[in-house]
């Protein structure tokens, strides 16, 4: 190759990052449980395209940090905040903490989330009540706080799962919460648009993120893979760009829907 070749290759690819990196205008995106998996790759690829990201946390202080420092080497801009979104006004402090450091709240991605799988009939109370929580209750947290704190013509992106649609033995109480996620996602969304905000559900297949390997033994993370159209599980860089899109103005069209990320799962 010569160096004319070459030096024209560079610039095409200068001119490609710069795209990609202005797509989001310096938007400030909150992301919560974004210290690991899923969410950790959202906030890094929501910095490499210009926004600036509040990496959410509930206990992994540490692990948090490690993101923000990844998208500070990268020329990016993020801190790192503690809440619980499963406690009402440790969301409110959330909020306004990010408004205080940044002026403003324009994305709000709502990844936080945990699961339990049993049988129905051996779900004991706490494993119900934990789920709904973090899953439910932390999502209506942060929307309610979104309802009166987040920037005119914003975007929501909550997280729903694959599992819904799947009605698989184990994931009862889980999809349960799910559910529910999607119903305030379509209701919320009628709720906000006067205020140009469109909110929309990402529903990710298998992901092989910790949440969903912990527990599984190989041949039933194999046999779960295999049943998507790409034979393989999806990977968290795979949810993440569909986030960026949704953040950003491209989208705005886009409100009240549930996104299947599966790979022709279902």
């Known amino acids: 190759m010569s160096q004319d070749q070459i030096a024209a290759q560079n610039l095409h690819e200068l001119y490609k990052r710069l795209s990609i990196m202005s797509t989001l205008n310096n938007k400030v995106i909150l992301v919560t449980g974004a210290s690991r998996g899923i969410g950790a790759e959202i906030a890094k690829q929501l910095a490499a395209a210009g926004a600036k990201v509040i990496v959410n946390y509930a206990g992994g202080k540490d692990a948090a940090d490690k993101v923000v420092f990844a998208i500070k080497e990268q020329g990016g801009d993020a801190i790192a905040l503690q809440a619980d979104v499963s406690k009402a006004e440790e969301v409110a402090t959330l909020f306004d903490n990010t408004i205080s450091h940044y002026g403003k709240v324009d994305v709000l991605v709502n990844n936080a989330g945990i699961m339990i799988t049993k049988l129905i009939k051996d779900t004991t109370d706490e494993d119900f009540t934990r789920q709904f929580d973090v899953n439910v209750k932390g999502t209506f947290n942060t929307l309610r706080e979104a309802a009166t704190k987040l920037a005119d013509n914003g975007s929501i992106i909550n997280f729903s799962s694959t599992t819904t649609k799947l009605l698989m033995p184990t994931y009862g109480t889980y999809v349960a919460t799910k559910g529910a996620v999607e119903q305030l996602t379509r209701v919320f ?40 159209a790409f034979n393989r599980l999806g990977e968290p860089a795979d949810i993440a760009k569909i986030v960026v899109f949704l953040a950003s103005d491209d989208a705005k069209w886009i409100s009240g829907q549930t996104i299947g990320a599966n790979g022709a799962m279902a």
């Open 189 to 228: 969304a009628k709720e906000v648009g006067a205020r140009g905000i469109n909110v929309n559900a990402i529903l990710p297949g298998p992901t092989d993120t910790e949440l969903f390997t912990k527990g599984k033994s190989q041949e039933v993370i194999d046999r779960l893979a295999s049943l998507n």
